[in-house]
T-cell receptor
């Protein structure tokens, strides 16, 4: 089967940097994606790592280490609007359908 | 210019009723999905369709039946609704089932069964 672990909640202040970790166990691992979901909204795609290393998209970066079955999402220069749930999702070869973690609620304080 | 749309946005109904949720995407994607998100925000795949054909049917009660009249539409019909069906149901689409398989989600349908 597949399992993903991520913290249930993270808090930080505006302007800070926060890292949301994700560890996974799966067979046929292909890649790791990250999605953001605001309360009452739909999940939206943030990033994808198919290879080891760091992918940067503006204030957000995502990292993957296949050998450690581990990834993280790094959010810099935090803004109040970054308060949301963040989901890591494992992509396995074959169906390529994402299996989502239980999400991390990020609370940004002024 | 809505990419993935769902109707209705809210659905309140009684146990035992039958209801449908409609989904349409105008992105030209080949693959569409239904997800269920429970009160703890756990997001779980229910069905996947590729070009109107069922690809994935996770462990879902057969009271749930998806129907895809064409590749731009994937509707979800639920028979004999139960209290445990209360959740937010998201439709999604993706351009191809490969690589990141980026999912484009609809706004969700909040189903409440009383």
């Amino acid at each position: 089967g597949q399992s993903l672990e991520q913290p249930s909640e993270v808090t930080a202040v505006e302007g800070a940097i926060v890292q949301i970790n994700c560890t996974y166990q799966t067979s046929g691992f292909y890649g790791l994606s990250w999605y953001q979901q605001h309360d009452g909204g739909a999940p939206t795609f943030l990033s994808y790592n198919g290879l080891d290393g760091l992918e940067e998209t503006g204030r957000f970066s995502s990292f993957l280490s296949r050998s450690d079955s581990y990834g993280y999402l790094l959010l810099q220069e935090l803004q109040m609007k970054d308060s949301a749930s963040y989901f890591c999702a494992v992509i396995s070869g074959g169906s390529y359908i994402p299996t989502f973690g239980r999400g991390t609620s990020l609370i940004v304080h002024p | 210019d809505t990419a993935v749309s769902q109707t209705p946005k809210y659905l309140v109904t009684q146990m035992g009723n039958d209801k449908s949720i409609k989904c349409e995407q105008n992105l030209g994607h080949d693959t569409m999905y239904w997800y269920k998100q429970d009160s703890k925000k756990f997001l779980k795949i229910m069905f996947s369709y590729n070009n109107k054909e069922l690809i994935i049917n996770e462990t879902v009660p057969n009271r749930f039946s998806p129907k895809s009249p064409d590749k731009a539409h994937l509707n979800l019909h639920i028979n004999s609704l139960e209290l445990g069906d209360s959740a937010v149901y998201f439709c999604a689409s993706s351009p191809r089932a490969s690589g990141s398989n980026e999912q484009y989600f609809g706004p969700g349908t909040r189903l409440t069964v009383t």
